[in-house]
């Protein structure tokens, strides 16, 4: 899903050992006491220094395109920026240690969205592409085998560790980090993969698991036995991994902000392709929630700090590459409403704001919207910008979006734009015609739709209302 993403990372080329430091000793700040409510709907607890009203945010590198070209171009007030760091732990010259000397990557991104007033987002997708026993294996058997490589773990621990000093606000091996507010979004698609193998073991779970149920214990993971001192005595299954990497944050950056990413499809049922009308979709929302408190998004020990943010993502592409639309008119499924549902029964579980994460930005507005490769068609953008009380009551705080895979639609100039507006083109999906006709003033591969509904919605945000002490 998100490794097509990778090849528009600006990638602009010494694990530390963990060693024996004890990590009890550090606890993470805090989360406010406050709730931000609308009527109906529940968002928190909301970590201090985020936005209090519905936020807005986009991808954004390094490079032509990126902080440093349309986001400052565009002069709206996007209240997030995010950027992948990838490439693996043991792949030489790959891994974002080496996009920047000393690994400072992470930081020098941070300084400059934060320096353009965005509070910056790392989503850190490094389990996928690293080495291991099953190279050859699918996405979801090569991120479990990958989990239960003692070595290979080894190596991950040390390089989320080194990512978390260049984060925190010490300096370490002369290197001054961060300090400031900065949201890592942890492995996209891991916690799927391993709630799947838990609730049907023989299917997904290739050997590593003790049972069968909802519980994130039951999936094997190597943290103990990756022979760190620092991990001793942590469970060697699911729980331990996100425990390991709860306490680095503890210990080394205690700014840091995690996120915990719960995807549509983790219980085995993908409520965002699935038609099934019969679908529980309150159960399985609450199932997904459920297994996301007890990985870590609630307390799974004392002293140690749990998720603060939940990211979900609805599609890594437009409907129009998919070929699965969203019914606006939440008559048939998939449809908004079903996912809403989805949303607001898993918080209801864990209790933490939802982000929505890469949401597609094709839509169907714009004539350059035809269809083409860099201009496919979605209607979810749409609907977001023209349903945000309906976010809000659903747990969700912010939408940051984003294309996923590089022939869906993106907000920069990317695809030539010949002609600039093309002839009208007109579809159907679910009995809803829709057609873009709309002339477009931008270069944008959208339209420049994300650009001007973005500059609409910022002239009156939607507010986050505040009742003390979660009242």
């Not at 891991?190 to 609730?199: M, T, Y």
């Amino acid at each position: 899903m998100i490794a097509a993403a990778l090849s528009r990372l600006g990638r602009l080329g010494a694990l530390v050992a963990l060693g024996g430091v004890s990590l009890a000793a550090c606890t993470h700040s805090p989360l406010t006491v406050q709730h931000a409510i609308v009527p109906g709907g529940i968002v928190g607890p909301l970590p201090a220094g985020l936005p209090t009203h519905l936020a807005i945010g986009l991808a954004a590198g390094f490079g032509q395109n990126g902080l440093g070209g349309w986001v400052p171009e565009s002069k709206i007030p996007f209240d997030y920026t995010y950027q992948y760091l990838a490439g693996g732990v043991d792949n030489p010259g790959q891994g974002w240690q080496t996009w920047m000397p000393h690994a400072t990557f992470p930081t020098e991104y941070a300084t400059v969205a934060t320096s353009e007033g965005h509070i910056p987002v790392l989503d850190y997708y490094m389990l996928l592409q690293s080495g291991g026993p099953c190279a050859n294996c699918e996405e979801d058997q090569k991120d479990l085998d990958h989990l239960n490589d003692p070595s290979l773990m080894a190596a991950y621990y040390e390089d989320f560790e080194t990512l978390m000093k260049r984060l925190g606000s010490r300096t370490w091996g002369g290197v001054k980090g961060f300090g400031g507010t900065v949201i890592v979004h942890v492995e996209p698609d891991l916690s799927a993969h391993a709630e799947e193998a838990v609730l049907d073991p023989s299917r997904w779970c290739f050997g590593l698991c003790d049972g069968q149920g909802n519980n994130p214990a039951l999936l094997h993971a190597s943290v103990a036995s990756s022979g760190l001192p620092a991990l001793a005595g942590l469970p060697n299954n699911y729980v331990g991994f996100n425990l390991a990497l709860l306490q680095i944050r503890d210990l080394f950056a205690p700014n840091v902000l995690m996120a915990y990413h719960l995807s549509n499809w983790s219980t085995g049922t993908d409520i965002a392709s699935n038609t099934d009308r019969s679908i529980d979709t309150t159960r399985i929302g609450s199932e997904a929630g459920r297994f996301a408190a007890e990985a870590g998004v609630a307390t799974i020990r004392p002293g140690v700090s749990t998720y603060d943010l939940v990211f979900n993502d609805v599609s890594d592409r437009d409907s129009e590459v998919s070929g699965i639309w969203w019914d606006v008119t939440n008559r048939r499924d998939p449809n908004f409403a079903r996912w809403e549902t989805f949303l607001g029964s898993a918080e209801s579980q864990f209790k933490r704001p939802v982000f929505v994460w890469q949401v597609p930005l094709g839509n169907q507005w714009f004539r350059t919207e035809n269809g083409s490769t860099g201009h496919t068609r979605d209607n979810r953008i749409e609907y977001f910008f023209s349903h945000q009380a309906e976010l809000v009551h659903a747990g969700v705080a912010a939408v940051l979006f984003g294309n996923g895979i590089s022939n869906s639609t993106s907000n920069y100039p990317l695809v030539d734009d010949a002609p600039f507006n093309p002839q009208s083109v007109c579809s159907t999906e679910d009995g809803v015609t829709a057609c873009s006709t709309h002339l477009a003033v931008w270069s944008d591969d959208d339209g420049g739709y994300l650009r001007t509904q973005a500059a609409l919605y910022y002239r009156h945000p939607l507010p986050l209302v505040w009742a003390p002490n979660g009242a």
